[in-house]
């Protein structure tokens, strides 16, 4: 479905100096600097796969997701979606792709979404029984049938978003980039969102989510590519990048008496909530599950306690802070 090899894609920039001297010597000469925003990519998608796409600002994320829509062209390497290269294939390529941008619109502010979906039936020409039947389904399976007849300007951040999901969905395309879709959304509309996303891949849409929402990618998607300065530092599964840190757990323990959890191999605390209540990692390579029990058994009266793999914030924490390329976890077979 996706095919990206060794991509590249540096920008041309300028530098000048504070000086009234050197402000005007950059008018006739000015010297320029290259900026490597992404160096040398190379991965697959497969049909029907939901793909997590990770990395802290400026790691090149946004420049890539340009490339592979064909908004932007790369300085070097090849790019194949569908068949097409996205950036010389166009018209063609852009009937089979469907992007959704949280913090850029779609819609039309004065107008209501109807309208604009109607217009979006014109740009893409869609049989009308076609158009009829999908928007019928988007709009019952989001529950938006009586709210797109209003103003966008009306609409609620999450009823919007909505409507924008039904915009990008209308012709029916097989690859659909998704960038902060929930950003800015509460609780409910989150879940309706994930739910729509979950069974838009189950009839084979094939998506590429990029989100800050550590929550999005834990719900939606099965692998993960981490990028950093340009570079993939991480491409594996949800559970290979949890396994990235070793057989760690999180442990919240409550005891009957005070009780001290410094000194203990294999054991790191994370926060003393009182002197009964703490919150500690266990490194289980170091320190089995079974022994850490009989362990806590011995040194106090065990009142609670709760096991939890590590949060996947903190994983994600550990691979930005690596500005060397990563070995992966384990290797994806192709």
Known sequence: MIEVHNLYKTYTTYTRG??????????????????PAVKGLTFKVEPGEIVGFLGPNGAGKSTTLKMLTGVLHPTSG??????????????RYVRNIGAVFGQKSQLLWDIPPLDAFYMNKAIYAIDDAAFEGTLHR????????????KPTRQLSLGERMKCEFIMAM????????????TIGLDVIAKEKIRSFIQEMNEQGVT???TTHDLEDIE??????????????????????LRNFLGAKKKVRIVTEQPADWYGIEGVTVLKLHSAKDAELELDTDCLPLKRFIQLMNERCTLQDMTIDALPIE?????????KERIEKVSVLTE
């Open 18 to 35: 504070s000086s009234f001297k050197e402000t005007l010597r950059s008018l006739f000469k000015r010297e320029t600097v290259l900026v």
């Open 207 to 209: 998506f590429i989510l």
């Open 138 to 149: 988007l709009s019952r399976l989001l529950e938006v049938e009586e709210i797109m007849r």
């Open 314 to 322: 903190q994983v994600i924490k550990e691979l930005y802070g690596h």
């Open 219 to 240: 719900q939606l998607a099965r692998r993960v590519i981490v990028i950093n300065n340009g570079e993939i530092v991480f491409d594996d599964s949800i559970m290979a």
């Open 78 to 91: 090849d790019v194949r979606i569908l068949g097409c290269t996205p950036w010389k294939q166009r018209k």
């Open 170 to 181: 209308l012709h029916r395309p097989s690859v659909v980039f998704l960038d902060e879709p």
